[in-house]
C-alpha cells in the first residue's frame, strides 16, 4: 500500500507516522508538511527528527507554506509546548525536508507518477489538499482513498479549541468548504474521523502498559517501540493532557491505524457535508446529513480494543 501523510506534526501526527512506518505493508512514498499545530518552519525539524529516528531516511520529506486559505498565518499556540511536540528534544536529523518542491507539488507529483495508487491521510488541516486541488481540479481523482481526521459536527464539541468546533477544521475551515462543494462529489472515496468519535473511543491504558512490559523486555533496539513509550509518557505534562479517566485520547492515530485496518472502524455512515461555519464564534463548526448514497464515509465507532492489539503488534514485530 503506497501513502502519503499530509501532517502538521503533533504529538500524535508523530505516533501516526511512527505507526505507519512500522507497517510491513505500507510503503511511505512521502510525508508533506502543514500549518496547523504550529508553523511549518518549527514542525519541519520535528518531522526530520523523527524520521531519523526510526530510521526512515529513504522517504521524501516536504515542507509548505503557513497560511490557510483565508490569509491567516497558522501559529502555535502553545499547548503542546512550544516545539508542538510535547517538548520532547530528539537527537539530531540527519535527513532534511526537501525545497525542491512545496507540499502541494509533491502531492500533485506523486499523485501523476502513481494514479489510483497512492493512499493519502490528511491529519492536519485540510489546507495542501484544497490547494492542490485548486492547481489541478483532477488530483483527488488520480488518488486511491482520502482518509481525514478532521471536524465535529456535534452541537457542542468537548475539549477541542473552541466550544464550536475541533482544531483541523478551525484552522482552516475555507478549506473544508472546498472538500464539501468540490472534492466530495469526485470518484475518490473519502472517510472521515470527526473528533466526538475520537473522544468516545480512548485508547485502553492497557496498551500503554504493554508497551512498557515489551520495551523492558526488547533486546535489541526498537525505535518505533521507543518512540511510542515517550509519546504515552505520563510524566511529561504535555502529553498528560491526553490522559483521561477512561483512557488515553491520540485522534490522529485513529485515523492511520483505520487506513491500514479497515475493521477497527466499527460503525460507519454514509454522509455529506451540509454547511461549513467560516465566520464568527462558531467558525469550523461542520454540518452532516446521513444519505444513503453519501459522498463521504463517516467513522462513528472504532474497536479500541482490536486498534490497540493490532498496535502493539506492529511496533514489535519490527
Not at 461549513?276 to 459522498?295: A, F, L, M, N, S
Not at 482490536?306 to 519490527?318: N, R
Amino acid at each position: 500500500m503506497k501513502v502519503i501523510v499530509d501532517t502538521d506534526v503533533g504529538i500524535d501526527d508523530a505516533m501516526s507516522l511512527t505507526f505507519l512506518s512500522a507497517c510491513k505493508d505500507v510503503e511511505l512514498v512521502a510525508v508533506t508538511l502543514v500549518a496547523g499545530n504550529a508553523e511549518t518552519e518549527i514542525v519541519a525539524p520535528n518531522l526530520e527528527k523523527i524520521s531519523t529516528y526510526i530510521g526512515e531516511k529513504s522517504t521524501p520529506l516536504y515542507v509548505g507554506g503557513s497560511f490557510n486559505m483565508g490569509g491567516r498565518l497558522i501559529k502555535s499556540d502553545g499547548y503542546f509546548g512550544k516545539n508542538a511536540l510535547g517538548e520532547i528534544e530528539l537527537p539530531d536529523q540527519e535527513v532534511n525536508v526537501s525545497r525542491e518542491m512545496s507540499s502541494v507539488e509533491a502531492l500533485l507529483h506523486y499523485s501523476r507518477k502513481y494514479p489510483k495508487e497512492i493512499h493519502a491521510i490528511f491529519i492536519g488541516p485540510l489546507t495542501n489538499l484544497a490547494i492542490a486541488f485548486l492547481c489541478d481540479n483532477q488530483f483527488p481523482t488520480r488518488l486511491a482513498s482520502i482518509i481525514i481526521m478532521g471536524t465535529d459536527s456535534s452541537e457542542s464539541t468537548h475539549q477541542n479549541v473552541t466550544p464550536h468546533a475541533e482544531f483541523n477544521a478551525w484552522c482552516d475551515p475555507w478549506a473544508y468548504n472546498i472538500l464539501k462543494d468540490c472534492i466530495s462529489p469526485l470518484d475518490v472515496p473519502i472517510t472521515i474521523v470527526e473528533w466526538s468519535t475520537c473522544w468516545t473511543s480512548l485508547l485502553p491504558f492497557s496498551m500503554i502498559e504493554d508497551i512498557k512490559a515489551h520495551k523492558s523486555r526488547v533486546n535489541n533496539v526498537n525505535r518505533h517501540l521507543d518512540l511510542f513509550h515517550k509519546f504515552t509518557d505520563e510524566t511529561n505534562v504535555y502529553i498528560k493532557k491526553n490522559f483521561w479517566e477512561t483512557g488515553f485520547l491520540t485522534a490522529d492515530l485513529f485515523a492511520a491505524v483505520g487506513l491500514t485496518h479497515l475493521r477497527i472502524f466499527k460503525n460507519v455512515k454514509k454522509v455529506n457535508i451540509t454547511h461549513v461555519e467560516t465566520v464568527g464564534e462558531r467558525i469550523g463548526h461542520v454540518k452532516y446529513e446521513d444519505h444513503p448514497h453519501g459522498r463521504l464515509n463517516l467513522v462513528k465507532e472504532i474497536d479500541t480494543d482490536e486498534m490497540a492489539k493490532v498496535i502493539i503488534d506492529t511496533l514489535v514485530s519490527v
